[in-house]
């Protein structure tokens, strides 16, 4: 596609925009080109109405965004082209080549936060069954993959967390793990049975340096404890033991299925928001939709009702 007069070098309002952002405001090389190619091809799409940069109107820009999710652009990428035209009509109305700023008001395209992937109770329970059938040979790396599994589905904790660990936030006379988490604040953390039974085997099975360590999982590595990213590794190898395709699974999703979990089995949410650590309880809502879902689809599945209904 050939640029337009306006935005050849000299050539309009849009390459004098341009040269005011890299120039005045310091933007980098990389957004100023983002910018220039999101704005062309607006430019383009209002030369087939027969209007410019500096005609347009509201209506133009919101029958832009209407074309872009017409044509399969994502939210995001609408949102990305509304803040360069937003930019763009600012300098203008600022620069008086425009009396007003019809972008003003437009609102953003909304982008949908994508639930997470989250593991059925059933998978969950094969994966720690497998753990634990692995643990039962007394190997050490056993040992600790199945205290890391429970307490993980046990708390909920961030991978960093629970790899990070202090050996003293962990006592078997006590059933929860005090953790520090975002923002340097601490919360205490129920462990179930299983979990304070799998970890106090993991500790009786650890070699002299490693009862040394601070740390509850500790590694010879340079953070002196096993890594998030080893032990994702760890959890992707015994999935398929499990008969957990490996792509659906991830210290995260685990995290995900614990809270999922508990919301299903009728926790209050303010009280997962805790557990979880969230600043802000709208972090924690994305879970109520993921609960939804599933008890959606499983009125559909087993009403009566909805079973009457099927030939």
């Known amino acids: 596609m050939s640029a337009s007069p306006a935005s050849q070098p000299g050539g309009g309002p849009l390459s004098l925009f341009l040269d005011m952002m890299e120039v005045e405001r310091g933007v980098?090389?990389?957004t100023v080109r983002n910018y220039g190619r999101d704005?062309?091809?607006f430019e383009t799409f209002l030369s087939r109405k027969k209007k410019r940069l500096l005609t347009a109107a509201r209506a133009d820009i919101t029958?832009?965004?209407?074309?872009?999710?017409?044509?399969?652009?994502?939210?995001a990428t609408a949102a990305l082209c509304l803040s360069a035209i937003r930019q763009f009509y600012l300098f203008a109305f600022e620069e008086d080549l425009r009396s007003d700023n019809p972008a003003e008001g437009v609102e953003r395209p909304k982008t949908r936060r994508p639930l997470p992937k989250i593991l059925s109770a059933?998978?969950?329970?094969?994966?720690?069954d497998r753990a634990a059938q692995k643990a039962e040979s007394g190997s050490p790396r056993a040992l600790r993959l199945h205290a890391l599994l429970e307490i993980l589905y046990a708390t909920g904790l961030r991978v960093s967390e629970l790899c990070s660990l202090p050996r003293g936030s962990f006592s078997a006379d006590r059933p929860y793990v005090q953790v520090r988490g975002k923002g340097d604040k601490e919360r205490l953390v129920p462990l179930t049975d299983a979990a304070i039974t799998a970890t106090e085997a993991w500790l009786a099975a650890q070699a002299e340096a490693?009862?040394?360590s601070v740390f509850l999982f500790?590694?010879?590595g340079k953070m002196g404890h096993l890594t998030p990213a080893r032990f994702a590794q760890l959890l992707k190898d015994i999935a398929p033991e499990a008969g957990i395709d490996p792509a659906r699974i991830s210290p995260h999703v685990l995290r995900h299925a614990f809270a999922s979990h508990l919301l299903e089995g009728g926790a209050d949410l303010r009280v997962v928001q805790q557990l979880l650590g969230h600043a802000d309880i709208s972090t924690t809502q994305i879970y109520t939709h993921v609960a939804g879902e599933r008890l959606t689809r499983l009125i559909e599945a087993k009403h009566p009702l909805s079973?009457?209904?099927k030939p």
């Not at 029958?63 to 939210?75: I, N, P, V």
């Not at 059933?122 to 720690?128: H, P, R, S, V, Y």
């Open 63 to 75: 029958a832009y965004l209407d074309h872009l999710h017409a044509t399969g652009r994502s939210a």
């Open 218 to 220: 500790p590694s010879r």
């Open 122 to 128: 059933e998978d969950a329970a094969a994966l720690l």
């Open 39 to 41: 704005l062309a091809r």
């Open 210 to 212: 490693e009862r040394a």
């Open 307 to 309: 079973l009457k209904k």
């Open 28 to 30: 980098s090389p990389r």
